[in-house]
């Protein structure tokens, strides 16, 4: 569980729709196998979000495909980073969350700070089930700085 409740997620999947915001990843089948949903940021960046894969076809390399495709897009709008927040319960163990933050930092990744969820973003905090943090990861694009 994201420890976010479901009459949150629905609107803002498809907010993401109606915005262009969201991409996918089709397998061999014109199977939907994953997606992510790409914002621009207030200072030249692009966020990457809700990051799905499918779970049969995990550990194919299709997450960090649609990474790249992030980090491929930001570079041609030149962008100067790609960022991430990686949501997890405050007072829970999250193993899971520990191997997505290794998996970005092997991704090029540095960790900038945690942050609490309801401090930065005051008005989604009542979809919370749960008290939450995210982590906050960025990607700078020095090609696109440089350019």
Known sequence: SSGINAEYGEPRFHS???????????GNFSKIVGCVVISNTDDNGRNLSMLVVEPEFRRLGIGKKLVNFVIETAKEAKCDYVGVQILFPTYLPAPGKDLTKKWYLNLGFEFVGNMNFAEYFEEDSKYLVIDAT??????ILIDSINS
């Open 16 to 26: 993401h729709v109606n915005k262009k915001e969201l991409f996918i990843a089709e």
């Open 134 to 139: 995210f982590s906050v990861y960025k990607k």
